[in-house]
């Protein structure tokens, strides 16, 4: 049955956080996550056949770890049990492996933020997943190449969960809107998905906000305009159009403020941009151009900063890569500036598309 059937909200367990309530509860109402789960994939047949092996699911939160493994535990004939990593100990793990040793059936373990495990802890759990007495589902936002040692890593299965699509993200809007009777304006739904970033659990928080604080209009239904999705996320909308406008003239006073040394401005520039979402690699390439356009041989270490902010946006992502992207803002803005590599190369370019051609001389030819 559908978590939200012949229901609503307030008749729902109160503590309970419309996140938890709204969770997938079969492999067909999840969302997201294809390229591992898609018809046909190693990862769904395994669990749709209840033969899953140890595996370790990463990546950012809110995109269906978790919810996965619950249906995992639905969907078993194995005896479950769930242990969180920060307030679990070597002694919990051991009563833990020595119950699945008595055990006669096989017994899956989820550990929650498996990242907190230390070395020692990790290290107990290892002779069980051998031997397969254990089959483990370790649960992370870290990267488990630096968090979880080698043999660990060696006895999984590791799967990468990415952030949900905006199309995901509306999906599950328009799940709930279905459920609890909410009427989201465009402009709203748009907000929630943009400013949500791929974490469903932080879309389903901002709704449940909106939902529980605002009444019901005289058709039943929970009227949700942007101004309450502004209220809901504590994100203003932000007059920016990507593909407009916005996106020009904003980028221009980028520039223009660095160029007349207004470092302050650029930085609000900056930041108005990376609020709005704009790409970060849109501004690194931006930074490069500007860092040979106006500063040139001026300051020859210019280039080389811009030229490694991009790879620095592309290694490290957002929200970390704001950082990089100040920090080379403030050095172009404060730079001595020199235009003459740019003008110098288009000056020479229109020589040689309307003059007359100069040959090669004598001297200078490869003979």
Known sequence: ?????????????????????????????????????????????????????????????????????????????????????VISGVDDLRKVVFSAEQRAKKTILLVDEIHHFNKSQQDCLLPSVEKGIITLIGITTENPYFYINSALLSRSLLFEFKKLSDSDLKKIIQRVA????????????????????????????????????????????????????????????????????????????????????????????LAKMLVAGEDPRFIARRLIIFASEDVGNSDPMALVLATAVLRAVEFVGLPEAKIPLSQVTIYLASAKKSREACSGIFEKIEKVEHEKNIAVPEELKNI
């Open 1 to 85: 049955m559908d978590l939200f059937e012949n229901t609503e909200l307030k008749q729902v367990k109160k503590n309970t956080p419309l996140a938890v309530q709204s969770a997938p509860e079969t492999l067909e109402k999840f969302v997201g996550q294809s390229h591992i789960l898609a018809k046909g994939k190693l990862l769904r047949r395994a669990i749709e056949s209840d033969n899953i092996s140890s595996v370790i699911f990463y990546g950012p939160s809110g995109c269906g770890k978790s919810a996965l493994a619950k249906i995992i535990a639905d969907r078993t004939s194995a005896y479950f049990k769930e242990i969180n990593a």
């Open 178 to 269: 279905v459920k609890l009777k909410i009427n989201f304006s465009v402009s709203a739904m748009s907000h929630l998905v943009k400013y949500c970033e791929g974490d469903a659990r932080r879309l389903l928080n901002a709704i449940e906000i909106g939902y529980a604080t605002t009444g019901k209009n005289k058709d039943g239904f929970i009227d949700f305009p942007l101004k309450i999705a502004e209220e809901s996320i504590q994100r203003k909308i932000i007059d920016y159009d990507k593909k407009g406008d916005g996106h020009y003239d904003t980028i221009s006073a980028f520039i223009k403020s660095m160029r007349a040394g207004k470092t302050d401005d650029a930085l609000y520039w």
